[in-house]
Each structure stands twice: as structure tokens, then as C-alpha cells.
């Protein structure tokens, strides 16, 4: 019960907003890779959507995975690709142009359900918003947040006070 308290009192919370994790590009995303040298031989192809098998494109430099890699590893994944083919050492920039592999869903008696692109920063607040705000059948006292979980562990299910985070501004309850 004490480590329970304890992992709940280190959740992020409006006031206490959390960096997220490095990203991971997953099927669905947009990247741009460019060489780092505008003046370089080096010709890739613009915003490519990462296809359902994880991988890209790059022209006559071939096909690569990256779905579940970072940014940091994908331009070392394209340098090497690059390099093996042609023996230059041409750096490269990765970005992510469009991020629709991430998303959170909101459901119930809201006036929008449904899944909204999860941008890292949103808050229980922010979600309902999101989804058009609460529908007057909907309970204000009712309000849960289901985190994801592996099938073997824990599900984590919190209360939102809703009310006292409209009415009162406490922002307790209004979890990122």
C-alpha cells in the first residue's frame, strides 16, 4: 500500500508537467532526413510516412527499419546505410515532421470521443477538452484516468476530481 502511495505521489501532474522520454518513430510517423551539408551529392527523398513494416525509403541508398529507433539512431542508421553504398561520410539530420503514432483516447459522455494525437504535455484537463468537454448527462464525480500497462502488471486506474479542478483550481487530480 506505502509503494502504491508512493508511485502515485510521483505521477506528473499540471503543476509538475514532465519532460517525456526520447521518441520513438513508430509506423504512422512523418520524417524528414537532409544532409547536414546543403552543398553534398547526397539526394534523399522529402517527408516520408513510416510504413506499417517500420521502415523508409532512401532512394538508390535503399531501404531501411526504424520504426522503435530514436532520432539520434536513425541519422547513425542513415549515415551508415549511406556510407556503405558510397564511401562517403555524409552526416544527416532526422526530424519529425508528423507524429500520429502516439495517441490517447477519450471516451464516455463527452461531446467528441474518440482518439486525439498525444503531443507529451497534455494533461486529464486537456483530454477533455480535447473531446468537446463533458456532455450534461455526463458524472463529474465519475471521472477515471487509465494509464497503460503490460498484461502482467498492475492496471492503474486513477480519480479525477473534476470539480475541484474547475471549480477550485486544484489541480491534484488533473494528471499529464
Known sequence: LRSQATELAALPRELDKRVSPPITVEPGDVVLILPTDVDSAVRLPGDQAV???????????GRI?????TLDEIEALVHDQIEAKTKENVGVSARLVGHQSKVYYVLGEVNAPGAFTFNGRETVLDAIMAAGGLTDRASRENV?????TSPDSCRIVLPICYNEIVQIGDTSTNYQ
Open 65 to 69: 527499419i526504424i520504426a522503435g529507433r
Open 144 to 148: 477515471t484516468l487509465s494509464r497503460p
Open 51 to 61: 510504413l506499417p513494416d517500420g521502415t523508409i525509403t532512401l532512394g538508390r541508398y
